[in-house]
């Protein structure tokens, strides 16, 4: 249940005083306990912090304020969160039914599998240099109209490649085309549905709802990939097309009925008080969201960039990222060539291990539901123990050990996953989060589009194991050597000054 707002006029102290007598079952801290005695534990702040991170995300912490939450489906409890979710799940079996039928679509026109290759990098491609440009419009035009008006230009592209399929007039060029159209709207549409879900729930309830997202996608590629078979058989290829058009036109319908978390509790608090309290905030945290509105500098692309790199923890969580994405979370193009060679096993037996991996990414988002404010020092130390779990697997003697090492891999990767893209979301300033988000997906598109071949050449000088292992000593140690120097400037900074009666002249 979410906590009660303060009445007109009560003060925060008063407020949590009369929360506390109302709610007997409200939890109790115990003493040393890391999230509930600030000044009881022996660690030192940071790690307190930390350790209550890891606590609560297993269920066992206790939340720092009096009505926190942090069961794993707490965003479902929004309306217009449960909407979105059906939305999300509607849209990803098309997008997966839409993909699955591409490639064959690919092949009956060329016959060629490079070409199937192409022509997902004609529809990545332009997230590499349109990134920035998409996530300047998501911060300067309206958040539901931008998303709304994206779905529907990509529901028509759709449309459009279904009726060529139907009356026979589609080429590869007018494939590659329209996949070049579909990837330019997604680089402003990706940044726009993202930040949308967020505004849903409350900060702290994003995980959640990230969490959430990723099993909508699980389970939206499962059952897209599934009925692309079906609509193939029955009613033809451009059978796929039409149905992902729809999905995005059934998203588009129902973004103007979502209402942003604030604006929700909002309504319910007049609603349950029986009189209009809606006068607008004056205390200093709206004072100065009005003073950095009036001193928001030119929405560009430019600009998004400059923040970024100012940032010091987006550019530590872009390089732990990319460390990861391209010496790290290839599992299926790593493991294939482990289960298949050294360990001699099957195509079956790797067929295993990638239903160990599924399981463990919903555990993983499952458990990473729990979260309420990750942070970049979480996001590093789950990184750097997959990385350690990598380098074991690549030592496996046998596919049973292999197997039980899989399961944490997975769960660790898809945690850090949840942590990483919470940090990403949140920590910007809202009218900064459409760039640093357009940031992101140039940085993410360029990884992408590296990691495999760089990862192909590795294990063609040191094979499937010696990747493995290298690649995680790689990860591991930039991760501890980046919190090292974090951890020794730190220091530096909280040094005492040396007394003026100390120093002596040169």
């Given amino acids: ?33 890391p999230a509930g005695d600030p000044g009881g534990g022996r660690a030192p702040g940071a790690v307190r912090r930390y350790t209550a991170n890891l606590r609560y995300l297993f269920g066992r912490g206790r939340p720092r304020d009096k009505g926190g939450d942090h069961a794993p489906w707490r965003s479902l409890r929004y309306r217009s969160m449960r909407w979105w979710s059906v939305a999300n799940l509607v849209s990803n079996a098309g997008t997966w039914m839409q993909l699955t039928v591409q490639n064959l679509l690919v092949l009956q026109l060329t016959g060629s599998a490079a070409a199937t290759g192409l022509s997902l990098s004609v529809q990545a491609g332009p997230g590499l240099v349109m990134g920035l440009f998409g996530g300047a419009a998501v911060d300067r035009w309206p958040r539901k109209l931008t998303a709304a008006v994206s779905q529907a230009i990509l529901g ?11 009356t026979d007039q589609l080429n590869y060029g007018l494939l590659m085309a329209l996949s070049a ?23 702290e309830d994003v995980p959640s709802a990230i969490a959430v997202g990723s099993l909508v996608h699980s389970v939206g590629r499962l059952s897209g990939t599934a009925l692309a078979g079906v609509a193939v058989g029955v009613l033809g290829t451009g059978a796929a097309y039409a149905a992902n058009g729809f999905s995005f036109l059934f998203v588009a319908a129902v973004i103007p009925f979502l209402k942003p978390a604030v604006q929700a509790l909002g309504a319910a608090g007049r609603a349950g008080q029986g ?22 500098p030119a929405m560009t692309a430019r600009e998004g960039m400059a ?10 969580l872009a390089v732990i990222t990319g460390l990861s994405a391209i010496f790290g979370r290839n599992y299926q193009l790593t493991l294939a060539v482990l289960v298949t060679g050294p360990l001699s096993a099957g195509a079956g037996a790797f067929g295993t291990v990638s239903s160990v991996l599924a399981a463990g990414g919903i555990v993983g988002a499952v458990l990473a539901a729990r979260l309420r ?15 350690l779990l990598q380098v074991v697997a690549g030592l496996s003697p046998s596919l049973i050990f292999l197997l039980v090492l899989v399961l944490p891999m997975s769960v ?74 974090h951890t020794r400037r730190g220091t530096l900074r909280t040094a005492p000054a040396v007394p003026e009666a100390y120093r002596t002249a040169a």
């Fill in 181 to 203: 159209v579909t990837g330019l709207i997604a680089t402003v549409d990706g940044p726009a549905t993202s930040l949308l879900g967020n505004d849903l729930v409350r900060r």
């Fill in 412 to 485: 660790v990767e898809s945690v850090s996953d949840t942590a990483g893209t919470t940090v990403l979301q949140t920590d910007p300033p809202a009218h900064m989060r459409g760039r640093v988000l357009g940031v992101w997906r140039s940085l993410s598109t360029g990884w992408g589009l590296v990691a495999p071949p760089l990862l192909g050449l590795l294990m063609e000088q040191a094979g499937a194991r010696g990747a493995l292992v290298l690649g995680g000593l790689i990860i591991a140690g930039v991760t501890g050597l980046g919190a090292l120097l």
């Fill in 307 to 316: 923040f970024f790199m100012r940032r010091p923890r987006l550019v530590a």
């Fill in 373 to 387: 404010r990750p942070s970049v020092k979480l996001v590093g130390a789950l990184a750097a123990a997959g990385a």
């Fill in 156 to 166: 028509l592209v759709a449309f459009t490649t279904a009726f060529l399929v139907a």
């Fill in 275 to 296: 009189e209009a309290t809606a006068e607008p905030a004056t205390g200093p945290e709206q004072k100065a969201a009005e003073a950095a509105e009036d001193t928001e």
């Fill in 1 to 33: 249940m979410l906590a009660p707002e303060p009445l007109p006029g009560q003060t925060p102290s008063a407020h949590a005083a009369a929360t506390d007598a109302a709610d007997p079952a409200a939890p109790v801290a115990e003493p040393g306990d």
